[in-house]
């Protein structure tokens, strides 16, 4: 069962501002609200970009994802899931073949070590079966809350974190819905204020629709607020530079 959200009605919550505004956790929420509309008019099938057929497929090409485009991971992938189909064909591969593979991904010695270890934890722990809880994914190796909630989410259908990427971290300060957390790499603390700030049956669409708005829109070097549709409800518009 999904994690019951964080109540968002508590007083503290209520008294809390943010960065950027002096807004009550009231205002700041109904104005979410508009963003999510925002989102849902720009992207209305935001879904995962990275190729995948079963969850298995969707738990490696996000560990391989970590510091690289989703777009690289899916010219590594149709080959990668052709050689290892199984959770225990990755158990038992070989380091040497793994890594020459999945070497145009970054990282790839460490990320070869985290999908060996995460077949083997499969098939030791877990009967050779993806874990449908935070607490079982969590346990596999090079597995953060980012990647569960992405399995959680987009496999899986459960409401039970919200994805903080790099866009995401970046976007949540932009648009002033974190304030607890100083920079847009303090993925707990965003990822909290988030789960409080929408509803629970909006996370992963919203996680889905942010990464989208951040590539296409609000990227990271020139956010394009003069076409922003968001920008009416975004306090960093025009103000980026
Ligand atoms: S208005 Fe500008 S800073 Fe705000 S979300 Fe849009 S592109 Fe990003």
Redesign the pocket.
């Given at each position: 069962m999904a994690k019951k959200p964080k109540t968002n009605k508590t007083k503290k919550a209520a008294n809390r501002v943010g960065p950027k505004t002096r807004e009550s956790f009231d205002v700041r929420r109904k104005r979410a609200a508009k963003i999510t509309r925002g989102l849902r008019r720009l992207y209305p099938d935001a879904d995962c970009a990275l190729q995948h057929r079963s969850a298995l497929n969707l738990l490696v090409s996000t560990i391989l994802s970590a510091q690289c485009t989703d777009d690289r991971v899916n010219m590594v992938t149709p080959a990668l899931f052709k050689r290892y189909k199984t959770v225990s064909d990755f158990a038992r591969a070989d380091k040497a073949e793994l890594e020459d593979m999945i070497r145009s991904t970054g990282f790839f010695r460490n990320k070869t070590k985290n999908i060996i270890g995460t077949g083997r934890v499969l098939t030791e722990r877990f009967g050779g079966k993806i874990p449908d809880t935070m607490d079982g994914l969590v346990q596999l190796p090079g597995v953060s809350r980012k990647t569960a909630n992405v399995v959680l989410g987009t496999w899986f259908k459960k409401n039970e974190g919200f994805v903080v990427d790099t866009h995401i971290g970046r976007?949540a300060h932009?648009?002033a819905l974190t304030w607890q957390s100083r920079d847009d790499k303090d993925a707990v603390k965003i990822e909290q204020d988030l789960m409080e700030v929408f509803p629970q049956k909006d996370w992963t669409y919203l996680g889905h629709a942010l990464i989208w708005?951040g590539r296409k829109?609000?990227n990271a070097r020139k956010?394009?607020?003069d076409r922003?549709t968001?920008?009416d409800n975004?306090p960093?518009?025009?103000?980026?530079d």
């Open positions: 976007l932009r648009l708005h829109v609000c956010p394009a607020c922003c968001l920008a975004c960093s518009a025009h103000k980026c």
